[in-house]
């Protein structure tokens, strides 16, 4: 009897201390905050459920095929933000179509995990710098159109952030591994743990910890990151997606000098264009314009760099001379 007695008040207390820990956790990661802001928290006992145990792992982040929400869609549980506060304050203010949707988020461990969308079709970067499956030729390029729809609809975003959100919110971190791609090539702008709200009264942050071969070069001189600082980004991957080529492709070679210098040389820029979306004169005209584009968003003075509204309407002007070219096929 006394054996009994132990053996249950042992699972007493070990149930006790459990619900001790998770609520140390919870409060330790916000909660309360959180919870009172209407962000859905999800009980670590459903993640535990929907992950399998984190069975599947995908890079920083989990697979998930079953929904907490009664959407069938798949999900994606993100482990260990490196700022977890300030990335669900910055994607709780954001609600547009080519941004990844964050649905919630876990604080019941001890580091906490976000609930986003799941994106099936990986990122730009592996779209066009990836191999294929044997892992000796490289995949299938994106057609023109599709590059074209990329750009246009990630400098949509990027324009809503900087201008039409509750708050101006910088990304910081721009560039084609944190955009995300569905399966009709639609972007969507991932990865929100150094983006930084700004006042209305304040332009700019001075922290920021980004991918080194995207980094505006003036930042590095003045410490400060702004608005333009995500348009030099986007110009690399403008470049990126004309040229096929990696910002850094060689131990000497970086893709915006290069680029640029050929450039101010009469039609040499051409010459870096990848040539399976140089089909015709139209598809090379249109490649001029998205240049001419990067290369306005790379100026080192950044009151020349134009703003991301700016480089969306100007993508837009470029697709129209693709749509004018099957409109006019002679």
Do not use: W
Request: a neutral charge; charged letters at 25%.
């Amino acid at each position: 009897m006394s054996i009994s007695i132990l053996a249950i008040l042992l699972i007493f207390l070990h149930t006790k201390h459990e619900k001790r820990k998770l609520r140390y956790a919870f409060d330790k990661n916000g909660g309360a905050i959180l919870k009172s802001a209407k962000i859905k928290i999800f009980p670590k006992k459903e993640i535990d459920k929907i992950t399998n145990n984190y069975h599947e792992k995908i890079g920083d982040a989990l697979k998930t095929t079953q929904s907490p929400i009664g959407n069938p869609k798949q999900l994606t549980i993100k482990e260990r933000p490196t700022d977890f506060t300030n990335e669900v304050t910055v994607q709780f203010q954001i609600s547009h179509k080519n941004v990844v949707r964050l649905l919630g988020c876990c604080l019941e461990t001890d580091d906490p995990l976000l609930v986003y969308e799941y994106i099936p079709g990986g990122n730009l970067e592996d779209a066009l710098h990836g191999e294929s499956n044997d892992g000796n030729v490289t995949k299938d390029p994106l057609l023109l159109k599709n590059r074209l729809k990329i750009a246009i609809e990630s400098a949509e975003a990027l324009a809503y952030m900087h201008s039409s959100a509750n708050q101006k919110i910088l990304h910081g971190d721009v560039k084609s591994n944190n955009i995300l791609l569905d399966d009709n090539s639609m972007p969507k702008i991932s990865d929100f743990g150094i983006s930084r709200l700004l006042s209305i009264e304040k332009n700019h942050t001075s922290l920021v910890i980004g991918d080194r071969r995207y980094i505006d070069p003036v930042y590095f001189q003045t410490g400060l990151l702004t608005e333009k600082s995500d348009v030099y980004s986007f110009g690399i991957v403008l470049l990126e997606l004309i040229t096929r080529k990696k910002p850094a492709y060689d131990v000497h070679k970086s893709l915006p000098s290069d680029f640029v210098k050929s450039y101010m040389t009469e039609n040499k820029a051409r010459e870096m264009f990848d040539k399976e979306i140089t089909s015709c004169p139209e598809a090379i005209n249109c490649l001029e314009m998205i240049s001419g584009i990067a290369v306005q968003c790379l100026k080192q003075d950044v009151d020349d760099r134009p703003t991301m509204m700016e480089v969306s309407e100007r993508l837009h002007s470029a697709r129209e001379v693709m749509q004018g070219s099957r409109q006019n096929p002679e």
